[in-house]
């Protein structure tokens, strides 16, 4: 076993032919989801709740998402604030904002609408935003409050 400074105690809870290491991976996250639906397209990607999604079919619903983006006008460049918990459809929306150049802007779904929305305009005012609290799938930023 490799000794780590400082040291690396979850490793012990690793499944067994689990490596402590990885060789370093190049290229951008997009690189890396492409080159995972090439090599493993019917393994699974996503596990969630028992229901899983493989490579390819979360990168189909990449693509979608990206494309709904790019006609909502968001573009390279652009902040898009994502408003959703840990579920495989902030996944998706993660990687379709990335995919169009854009940046993603991380809200905590349990935001008050107030606080997303003063939140929103110090981060990015012309910020465009996806999520459950979203009239629509994408929609400009969140309203003031009164």
């Known amino acids: 076993m490799t000794t780590f400074d400082p040291p690396r105690p979850w490793t012990a809870s690793y499944a067994e032919g689990v490596p402590e290491d990885l060789p370093a991976v190049s290229g951008s996250l997009i690189d890396i989801v492409e080159a ?4 493993y397209p019917d393994a699974p990607a996503l596990q969630f709740f028992g229901a899983e999604t493989t490579y390819s079919r979360m990168q189909d619903a990449i693509a979608r998402a990206a494309a709904g983006l790019r006609d909502q006008g968001v573009r390279a460049g652009d902040p898009v604030a994502i408003v959703l918990p840990n579920c495989p459809q902030h996944i998706i929306a993660f990687y379709a904002v990335l995919r169009l150049g854009a940046v993603v802007v991380e809200h905590n779904p349990l935001y008050t609408l107030a606080s997303c929305a003063s939140s929103s305009r110090t981060t990015a005012p012309s910020m ?7 009239s629509r799938p994408c929609s400009s930023s969140p309203p003031t409050s009164p």
């Open 128 to 134: 465009r935003s996806c999520g459950a609290r979203s």
């Open 36 to 39: 995972s639906v090439r090599d």
